[in-house]
């Protein structure tokens, strides 16, 4: 059984960003910048904001922090983004999700310019990618294909179950792996879905993304059976500093004794979302 080290493959990615951002300020004068939005002060949210803005510091690109309030209004939200589209200095625009309740997520993504859109959530950049189109891909969904390819699996006809149909991870994921370069075939569970180990144990690789932890177990996977955990999941725990311990959407401790291979969480998926983020933004800057 192999861990598929994503802090590792994201440190190689990322070696290779920061050349070629080196590169693109040399020789254009051009230095990538991605403005980055949070509205109010989710716990989780804020630390994937500041793992976010770290790396990008660290490849060289300009990281614009912008923190607002919790009650900032969605006109005002929008507004910025409006601003921010016609902002030369920024490449990248990512506001993160989820923003508070009273504010409507697709009127702030609809407002993202798509050459900006560096998360590929607007409806040009997903129907781009639908239809095979030169487009921003979404990170997570995209890092997933880069962690699969890591783990020495080709996925040229095998079966792979994806677990979860968010916008963000489960369809397009699916998306990725049934295009014609990647060629599996896709089985798409969600909550709908009655018996999900009938298809998983049928599966050659198994991405979780239900936001729901041990929605996977050892027992219904096949063995050798590549697992991509997307869960991120906080469970209290009085032993650890902060006072919660993450754990994924598969129960690593079955699953790990029949896979062939599994994405750790932490140090998995999460690193790799980073890293194509950085890419879309360098990819932005460059165009
Ligand atoms: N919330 C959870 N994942 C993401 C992501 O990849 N991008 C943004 N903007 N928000 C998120």
Redesign the pocket.
């Known amino acids: 059984m192999k861990i598929i080290d994503g802090k590792q493959l994201a440190q190689n990615l990322r070696g290779e960003i920061a050349a070629g951002v080196e590169s693109l300020k040399s020789e254009k004068g051009v230095t990538p910048g991605l403005a980055v939005i949070l509205v109010g002060d989710n716990p989780a ?1 804020v630390s ?1 904001v500041t793992a ?1 803005e770290k790396a990008c510091r660290e490849a060289g690109m300009l990281s614009r922090e912008i923190r607002l309030p919790a009650e900032t209004t969605e006109a005002e939200l929008v507004a910025l983004v409006k601003e921010l589209n016609e902002d030369p200095a920024i490449h990248g625009i ?5 923003v508070p309740k009273h504010i409507s997520d697709k009127a702030v993504i609809d407002a993202i310019a798509p050459e900006k859109d560096v ?1 590929g ?1 607007t409806p040009v950049n997903v129907g781009r990618m639908m239809i095979g189109e030169r487009c921003f891909l ?3 969904p995209h890092g997933i294909i880069k962690l699969i390819e890591f783990s020495g699996m080709d996925l040229k006809g095998k079966h792979a179950v994806v677990i979860g149909r968010s916008n ?2 489960g369809k397009p994921v699916a998306a990725l792996l049934s295009r014609k370069e990647t060629n599996a075939t896709v089985t798409l569970c969600h909550t709908g879905t009655p018996d999900i180990a009938k298809f998983t144990r049928e599966a050659d690789v198994v991405v979780v993304a239900a936001g729901r932890p041990n929605t996977l177990t050892g027992d219904m996977l096949k063995p050798g059976a590549v697992v991509i955990d997307v869960g991120v999941n906080r469970i209290p725990d009085a032993t650890k500093p902060k006072g919660f311990r993450l754990v994924g959407d598969a129960d690593f401790e079955s699953c790990s004794k029949v896979a062939g291979a599994i994405t750790p969480v932490p140090g998995g998926v999460g690193p790799m ?1 980073i890293t194509m ?1 950085l890419w879309n933004t360098l990819e932005s800057a460059r165009r």
Do not use: A, H, N, R
């Open positions: 949210s994937y976010k990512l506001v993160q999700l989820p998360d959530f979404p990170c997570t963000i991870v979302t983020l």
